[in-house]
């Protein structure tokens, strides 16, 4: 009978012990809101779920043409253009600010580097005043919300800015990364990965502590563009536009560990409502400025098994580039950066809907979004 009992209660702690692992808080850097679940990360961005810092927001889709220097403006729920306006030159994404308060379109003036961030307003989808700022290719925000981080790609270098103003605070060169451009962070908040398109690798940067960690060169990468990490944290998941999948990345050892075959032309990664699917992008060329109407497709690719699920082609060929899904987590809006439109795909379906919009859409930006903060990009919400 004691062995009984002693034997129930080494399960008993044994089974305690497990469930308080489970259940263990994630000690994130200062000022980083807390995260409420350490097993997904992304537990706060499900479907509908909804900040009221988003309340009075329209629900728009807005889409920045690289060549004709304007956002169309789309409903969503009409697939109808609903305006349009001139923004600066070269616009490449629209990025949602961390306190979800305004939308900042990054032009960075490609040729010259004296790009331009255009504010817009959420609650009028109208723009405002742009600020003038060094070769804005993408734009990101430190997980404590004190830092706007634009993405000086040409410059390979990461301005740190004060989000109101766009004051620059300091910089960090990154001049081994060539063509540093899209980027996913630790979970704890304490370091970010940034892909190197030109260089065939990564960086990791210690966003405590300012300075690059360390540079990876991916074994048969070619040109890796976007990057999103799982929902526990631990593994990050790099497209590659001339691998045609993604790299697996440790992210604390920096390592490879995997590889998944997805489509021509990989590129944009969105992970799905639930947390459990990523929606992978594959443009349908392995060149810079693209085709039309090559082989392009969406993968769907299980984040337990990281196996690929489902493979959408775009009815006729297409580009699919890079967007997000939708509040509700129903449609997956991308870009079809070299036809002049944008798809709207059915998550459940695959099937597609296409609006014809202006020259070489890009960033677009699915809004409002569920989530309490945004980390940038074209919503990398948490």
Same mark, same amino acid.
């Given at each position: 009978?004691?062995?009984?009992? !002693?034997?129930?209660?080494?399960?008993?702690?044994?089974?305690?012990?497990?469930?308080?692992?489970?259940? *263990?808080?994630?000690?994130?850097?200062?000022?980083?809101?807390?995260?409420?679940?350490?097993?997904?990360?992304?537990?706060?961005? @499900?479907?509908? +779920?909804?900040?009221?810092?988003?309340?009075?927001? =329209?629900?728009?889709? %807005?889409?920045?043409?690289?060549?004709?220097?304007?956002?169309?403006?789309?409903?969503?729920?009409?697939?109808?253009?609903?305006?349009?306006?001139?923004?600066?030159?070269?616009?490449?994404?629209?990025?949602?600010?961390?306190?979800?308060?305004? =939308?900042?379109?990054?032009?960075?003036?490609?040729?010259?580097?004296?790009?331009?961030? #255009?504010?817009?307003?959420?609650?009028?989808?109208?723009? @405002? #005043?742009?600020?003038?700022?060094?070769?804005?290719?993408?734009? %990101?925000?430190?997980?404590?919300? &004190?830092?706007?981080?634009?993405?000086?790609?040409?410059?390979?270098?990461?301005?740190?800015?004060?989000?109101?103003?766009?004051?620059?605070?300091?910089?960090?060169?990154?001049?081994?990364?060539?063509?540093?451009?899209?980027?996913?962070? &630790? !979970?704890?908040?304490?370091?970010?990965?940034?892909?190197?398109?030109?260089?065939?690798? =990564?960086?990791?940067?210690?966003?405590?502590?300012?300075?690059?960690?360390?540079? =990876?060169?991916?074994?048969?990468?070619?040109?890796?563009?976007?990057?999103?990490?799982?929902?526990?944290?631990?593994?990050?998941?790099?497209?590659?536009?001339?691998?045609?999948?993604?790299? $697996?990345?440790?992210?604390? &050892?920096?390592?490879? !560990?995997?590889?998944?075959?997805?489509?021509?032309?990989?590129?944009?990664?969105?992970?799905?409502?639930?947390?459990?699917?990523? %929606?992978? *992008?594959?443009?349908?060329?392995?060149?810079?400025?693209?085709?039309?109407?090559?082989?392009?497709?969406?993968?769907?690719?299980?984040?337990?098994?990281?196996?690929?699920?489902?493979?959408?082609?775009?009815?006729?060929?297409?580009?699919?580039?890079?967007?997000?899904?939708?509040?509700?987590?129903?449609?997956?809006?991308?870009?079809?950066? %070299?036809?002049? $439109? $944008?798809?709207?795909?059915?998550?459940?379906?695959?099937?597609? +809907?296409? $609006?014809?919009? @202006?020259?070489?859409?890009?960033?677009?930006?699915?809004?409002?979004?569920?989530?309490?903060?945004?980390?940038?990009?074209?919503?990398?919400?948490?």
């Amino acid at each position: 009978m004691i062995q009984r009992r !002693i034997r129930g209660a080494l399960l008993l702690a044994a089974l305690g012990f497990i469930l308080c692992e489970a259940n *263990a808080q994630i000690q994130t850097v200062p000022g980083m809101p807390p995260v409420p679940d350490p097993q997904n990360l992304y537990s706060e961005t @499900g479907a509908d +779920k909804l900040s009221a810092a988003v309340a009075g927001h =329209l629900e728009r889709v %807005y889409v920045p043409h690289v060549q004709s220097n304007d956002v169309y403006v789309i409903d969503p729920v009409s697939y109808k253009v609903v305006d349009r306006f001139k923004v600066g030159l070269n616009p490449q994404h629209v990025v949602p600010a961390w306190d979800l308060q305004t =939308l900042w379109v990054t032009n960075n003036a490609e040729r010259t580097m004296k790009g331009s961030l #255009t504010p817009i307003d959420p609650k009028t989808g109208k723009p @405002g #005043t742009p600020i003038d700022v060094d070769d804005p290719y993408n734009m %990101y925000f430190s997980p404590d919300g &004190a830092s706007a981080i634009v993405v000086a790609e040409a410059l390979k270098r990461l301005d740190f800015r004060d989000p109101p103003t766009m004051k620059l605070q300091y910089s960090i060169a990154t001049p081994q990364c060539g063509g540093i451009n899209h980027a996913d962070f &630790a !979970i704890d908040g304490s370091f970010v990965i940034f892909t190197c398109e030109f260089s065939k690798g =990564l960086v990791k940067i210690d966003l405590v502590n300012r300075k690059v960690m360390a540079y =990876l060169t991916l074994s048969k990468g070619g040109m890796p563009q976007d990057i999103r990490v799982s929902p526990d944290g631990s593994k990050f998941y790099v497209a590659d536009m001339h691998a045609d999948g993604i790299f $697996v990345i440790d992210g604390e &050892a920096f390592r490879e !560990i995997g590889f998944i075959a997805t489509g021509m032309g990989t590129h944009g990664i969105y992970p799905s409502r639930d947390g459990r699917k990523l %929606y992978v *992008a594959n443009r349908g060329s392995h060149k810079i400025h693209g085709v039309k109407g090559g082989p392009g497709s969406v993968s769907v690719v299980d984040f337990a098994t990281g196996k690929v699920e489902a493979n959408w082609p775009v009815p006729g060929g297409g580009s699919p580039d890079m967007g997000n899904v939708s509040a509700d987590g129903r449609t997956l809006w991308l870009s079809g950066r %070299y036809d002049n $439109v $944008v798809y709207a795909f059915d998550t459940t379906t695959g099937e597609a +809907k296409v $609006v014809k919009v @202006g020259l070489e859409p890009h960033g677009l930006a699915v809004w409002p979004q569920p989530g309490r903060y945004s980390l940038g990009h074209t919503g990398n919400m948490r």
